[in-house]
């Protein structure tokens, strides 16, 4: 495949950096951000689907990472069943969920879809960790550790390796979506709905779709996050600040695009993950300073990159291709 | 081809349009001609299914049609464009027509071909690669038409194609519906610009307070006193003898 364009060269290169990293480094906290930043990637890949490509930006996408990480949760610590159980049934919950979401896209716009979606998930929020004869409340629930891959009790290494095919898988998909016909017809139900249906294209099953594949991606994504951290906490995984960590990455990244989510998630994890280990040891004062860093980092990027960091990639390679010429 | 049989559409307490009954046969060029808010584009709007009619019915190919969602009609062969042109701005050219021709192909490779074809016939082949919203007005209305005849419709309806064109641009256009017409394909045009319509329509038909006033030849409606009341003035009769 010569023909291949430049960033999707970067990304196979991205990820086979990531493929080799564990055969020369074995420092737990690196590997622990690696497994991160390929989690919050794919997580943040999946929320592109809906949000970037078919328009539809969600705030509420905790309530299926959630849905994922209560259905592997419980699967393990109350039923002793394998998470891989969990994780199909997280599938199946947030497919019904995303099918709610993916009808309110059609009623309301902008705005009101995203305000919706983030009362959808606080719902989810309050019934996670006020059902404590299911769900133990708001204590959490501890994931229990039995070592296997059917019990998915992993070392960090093959942890790198399980997030790397989720995070390749879902690099896929959004190509998918870049090159396909649904994914074209999706393009146009984005830019404009009345247009697309004028051309023949069901827009709001289209629409339902795309919400619906994005929310099972993430409770998938929810499932494995769940069992390598090892505790769900309800107050963590349905909160906004999580929804917003997703859509935050892509639009940093890149809406619409399939590196976007990544490098995101690269830049936005590894700077997070950097500051916490430098500034937890200080006094209290300092521990929100992440948080800081988080703002400065979008402001940066709305008013200098509105495109996101694969926009002003493509603009410096169109740049150099006319400095060539 | 299509029938519209006492169409009504009403907005409260606004009849936007009255019992407007009309004919398409198959190799028709029919224009709809009116002021301001006779009803044309919700005329439009009711056959191409964004309006759900309140009275009367929309007969496509033997097939009422009436409240069917717009997506379902274009499927069936009747495509519009809309006089407020909605390009994917964000998309390239070819990319907006190609997403035109995958109703009808379902492999990407052949609706590009298709859409690099129907960009070429529509004059739109220098501009292939260009992002729809950078494209200035005449243009995006000749997009339009492109997209919709990706579509491969039986019926176009054209909504306002040459509003707002140069006089060179407008010449263009009209080529692009007469290549097209003879090419054999059934169109409605609605049309504000009286004298392209003289030159274009084999039958008008002219809306006024949403009713079908006059319907006939260009040189028919033209002498109609009703229309030169209503529409025309006794200028443009002046000015066509």
Redesign the interface.
């Given at each position: 495949m010569a023909s291949l364009p430049p960033r999707r060269w970067a990304a196979l290169a991205l990820l086979g950096v990531a493929a080799l990293l564990p055969l020369v480094v074995r420092d737990a906290f690196v590997l622990d951000s690696l497994i991160l930043i390929l989690m919050w990637g794919a997580l943040s890949a999946a929320w592109n689907v809906a949000g970037g490509y078919a328009g539809q930006v969600s705030l509420g996408h905790a309530a299926f990472f959630g849905i994922g990480a209560y259905s592997a949760a419980l699967m393990t610590a109350r039923f002793h069943q394998s998470p891989w159980l969990g994780l199909l049934l997280g599938v199946v919950l947030s497919i019904a969920a995303g099918g709610v979401i993916g009808y309110l896209s059609n009623r309301l716009r902008g705005p009101y879809f995203a305000l919706s979606t983030i009362a959808f998930s606080q719902v989810l929020l309050i019934v996670a960790s006020r059902w404590r004869g299911f769900t133990a409340g708001s204590e959490g629930i501890p994931v229990p550790f039995r070592p296997g891959l059917w019990t998915l009790g992993l070392g960090h290494v093959a942890w790198v390796y399980v997030a790397l095919v989720v995070a390749l898988v879902y690099y896929g998909v959004q190509v998918w979506l870049e090159?396909?016909?649904i994914g074209?017809?999706l393009?146009?139900v984005r830019?404009?709905e009345?247009?697309?249906?004028?051309?023949?294209?069901?827009?709001r099953r289209l629409k339902i779709r795309a919400v619906t594949l994005s929310a099972a991606m993430t409770a998938v994504g929810g499932t494995f996050w769940a069992q390598y951290v090892g505790f769900v906490d309800p107050f963590y995984v349905f909160s906004i600040d999580l929804s917003i960590r997703f859509a935050l990455n892509t639009i940093i990244g890149g809406m619409g695009t399939a590196l976007g989510p990544f490098l995101g998630s690269i830049l936005i994890t590894s700077l997070e993950t950097y500051l916490r280990a430098t500034f937890s040891g200080l006094k209290t004062g300092f521990a929100g300073i992440y948080l800081v860093i988080y703002g400065t980092a979008l402001i940066l990027v709305v008013r200098f990159a509105p495109e996101g960091l694969t926009g002003v990639a493509g603009r410096l390679g169109a740049w150099r291709a006319r400095a060539d010429a | 081809m299509l029938t519209l049989e006492r169409v009504t559409k009403r907005f409260g307490g606004l009849t936007a349009v009255r019992n407007v009954s009309l004919d398409v046969r198959r190799g028709d060029l029919l224009g709809i001609i009116g002021p301001n808010g006779a009803g044309k584009t919700t005329l439009f709007n009711v056959i191409a299914g964004y309006y759900r009619p309140d009275g009367g019915r929309v007969v496509f190919d033997g097939r009422d049609v009436g409240g069917r969602p717009p997506h379902v009609i274009c499927r069936l062969g009747l495509t519009r464009t809309f006089q407020l042109v909605k390009p994917f701005g964000n998309l390239s050219v070819v990319d907006n027509v190609m997403i035109g021709a995958l109703t009808r192909l379902r492999r990407v490779s052949a609706a590009r071909l298709e859409a690099e074809r129907v960009v070429e016939t529509c004059g739109l082949a220098p501009h292939a690669n260009a992002r729809a919203r950078a494209l200035p007005i005449g243009l995006r209305k000749r997009l339009e038409v492109a997209r919709a005849l990706a579509t491969r419709p039986r019926l176009l309806l054209l909504d306002e194609v040459m509003a707002g064109l140069t006089p060179s641009e407008l010449t263009g256009i009209i080529e692009l519906i007469r290549l097209l017409h003879a090419d054999g394909l059934t169109l409605i045009v609605i049309e504000h610009v009286m004298a392209a319509m003289m030159r274009l329509a084999q039958r008008i038909v002219v809306l006024h307070h949403g009713e079908a006033i006059a319907e006939g030849t260009p040189a028919e409606v033209a002498r109609d006193r009703r229309v030169i009341d209503a529409y025309l003035g006794d200028e443009f009769v002046l000015a066509q003898a």
């Open positions: 090159t396909s016909r074209y017809q393009a146009g830019e404009d009345d247009a697309a249906e004028a051309l023949g294209i069901a827009s | -």
